[in-house]
T-cell receptor, first 113, second 115 residues
Framework: QQPVQSPQAVILREGEDAVINCSSSKALYSVHWYRQKHGEAPVFLMI?????EQKGHDKISASFNEKKQQSSLYLTASQLSYSGTYFC??????????????FGKGTLLTVNP | DTGVSQDPRHKITKRGQNVTFRCDPISEHNRLYWYRQTLGQGPEFLTYFQNEAQLEKSRLLSDRFSAERPKGSFSTLEIQRTEQGDSAMYLC?????????????FGPGTRLTVL
C-alpha cells in the first residue's frame, strides 16, 4: 500500500524551513527519500533503516519513527535549488526482499527568492 | 559518466507497435529495477533483477511486457502491442546489493508516448 505524504505542496521563501512527512500503514524496514525536478530522474537524498540513526547532510535531515511507521524530512534555511518534488519510498522487509520500494505521491516544494 | 543510463530518452509510437528500451546500470551494481511513473505520481515498481535472474514482476506488468537481463549487465524492457495507457516515463534504477541499505540510483528515464 502506498505511503501517504503530507503536505501535498508547500511554498517557501528562500531561507525558510520545511518539514515533509511520510506515513505508512505497514511495518517498515527502510525509508528512502528522493528529490525530482521536472523532467528529470529522481535523485537519491538519503536512506533511513530500522534501528538506524537519524540522517542528515548539509541542511537536509530526516528521521524515522519505526513504531509510528513514519518518517519526516527536514529542510532548513531552504535554497532555490531545493525546489522540486520530494518522494518517500518505503521498503517493508529486510534481507533479500528489501528491494521493492513503494513510493508516495510526492510533495511539491517551491522555493521563491 | 558512471551513473545509470537509459536509451532512448524519448519514444513516440503508434498504438499497436512494439517498443524496446535499454538500461545500463552502474557497473558494479548487481541489482536492477524497472519502475513506471505517470504524471503526478511517484514511481511504481514493475520488476527486479538480481544479476540475470528476474526475481519479481508486479501485477502492473501485463503479458505484453517483458524484461530481460541476459548477462547480468544491461537490461531491456519490451512492450508489445502498445496501448495509449502505456504512455509514461519508464525509469530504471540499480543498487549494489551490498549490506542492508539498498540505495537505488535512477537513470534519466525513457518517456514513452503512444499515439
Amino acid at each position: 500500500q502506498q505511503p501517504v505524504q503530507s503536505p501535498q505542496a508547500v511554498i517557501l521563501r528562500e531561507g525558510e524551513d520545511a518539514v515533509i512527512n511520510c506515513s505508512s500503514s505497514k511495518a517498515l524496514y527502510s525509508v528512502h527519500w528522493y528529490r525530482q525536478k521536472h523532467g528529470e530522474a529522481p535523485v537519491f537524498l538519503m536512506i533511513l533503516l530500522k534501528g538506524g540513526e537519524q540522517k542528515g547532510h548539509d541542511k537536509i535531515s530526516a528521521s524515522f519513527n519505526e513504531k509510528k511507521q513514519q518518517s519526516s524530512l527536514y529542510l532548513t534555511a531552504s535554497q532555490l535549488s531545493y525546489s522540486g518534488t520530494y518522494f518517500c519510498g518505503t521498503g517493508e522487509n529486510s534481507g533479500g526482499s528489501n528491494y521493492k520500494l513503494t513510493f508516495g505521491k510526492g510533495t511539491l516544494l517551491t522555493v521563491n527568492p | 559518466d558512471t551513473g545509470v543510463s537509459q536509451d532512448p530518452r524519448h519514444k513516440i509510437t503508434k498504438r499497436g507497435q512494439n517498443v524496446t528500451f535499454r538500461c545500463d546500470p552502474i557497473s558494479e551494481h548487481n541489482r536492477l529495477y524497472w519502475y513506471r511513473q505517470t504524471l503526478g505520481q511517484g514511481p511504481e515498481f514493475l520488476t527486479y533483477f538480481q544479476n540475470e535472474a528476474q526475481l519479481e514482476k508486479s501485477r502492473l506488468l501485463s503479458d505484453r511486457f517483458s524484461a530481460e537481463r541476459p548477462k547480468g549487465s544491461f537490461s531491456t524492457l519490451e512492450i508489445q502491442r502498445t496501448e495509449q495507457g502505456d504512455s509514461a516515463m519508464y525509469l530504471c534504477a540499480s543498487s549494489s546489493g551490498q549490506g542492508m541499505s539498498n540505495e537505488q540510483f535512477f537513470g534519466p528515464g525513457t518517456r514513452l508516448t503512444v499515439l
